[in-house]
């Protein structure tokens, strides 16, 4: 069956640290890849996506992923976070072609303290 | 334009009772989704409307659970009977095609 991993369930970092965040998923073929976020007491909001083209892909508030088929990876990346950017990050796979399901991973919650 | 539309947002209900889940999607979208998150696991995928029809069902957990979509606009979650591995929170998105789908905030079901 298919699955998404995320490596970290619980992240702590000082405002302007660097943060990564990973993903891996086990379909291999053809995959749409998301990022959404929950920031507390909202809904999930789409960070990013990945449908096709260039594998670097920016998202909303410096957020930026890369797709790298060869390690099924897309790794959330953002060079300096803010306080603000305390929340649950969520990665997310869907299968292309006639497959609208999202399957998602566990969540990682980023904590930052300022 | 307004979001994805959930209610209610809390419900606390006692096993063996019924409740009803409502979603109203993003206007003229025509496919609905229902998720699932159970006690901080991941977030399940439940069933999938396109307009009135369930286009995939596959994630429904059991015959407790019963969807609805009639006209193809808002739907409904009913879980009769409920049991206690029921609680959770329950998301519904919406999609104009098979593109990104917009989360509502969640219902979050508790039963005792």
Known sequence: ?114 | EAGVTQFPSHSVIEKGQTVTLRCDPISGHDNLYWYRRVMGKEIKFLLHFVKESKQDESGMPNNRFLAERTGGTYSTLKVQPAELEDSGVYFCASSPAADTQYFGPGTRLTVL
Do not use: M
């Open chain 1, 1 to 114: 069956a298919q699955s998404v991993s995320q490596h970290n369930h619980h992240v702590i970092l000082s405002e302007a640290a660097s943060l990564e965040l990973g993903c891996n998923y086990s379909y291999g073929g053809t995959v749409n890849l998301f990022w959404y976020v929950q920031y507390p007491g909202q809904h999930l909001q789409l960070l990013l996506k990945y449908f096709s083209g260039d594998p670097l892909v920016k998202g909303i508030k410096g957020f930026e992923a890369e797709f790298i088929k060869s390690k099924f990876s897309f790794n959330l990346r953002k060079p300096s976070v803010q306080w603000s950017d305390t929340a649950e990050y969520f990665c997310a796979v869907k299968r292309w072609g006639g497959y609208n399901k999202l399957i998602f991973g566990a969540g990682t919650r980023l904590a930052v303290h300022p």
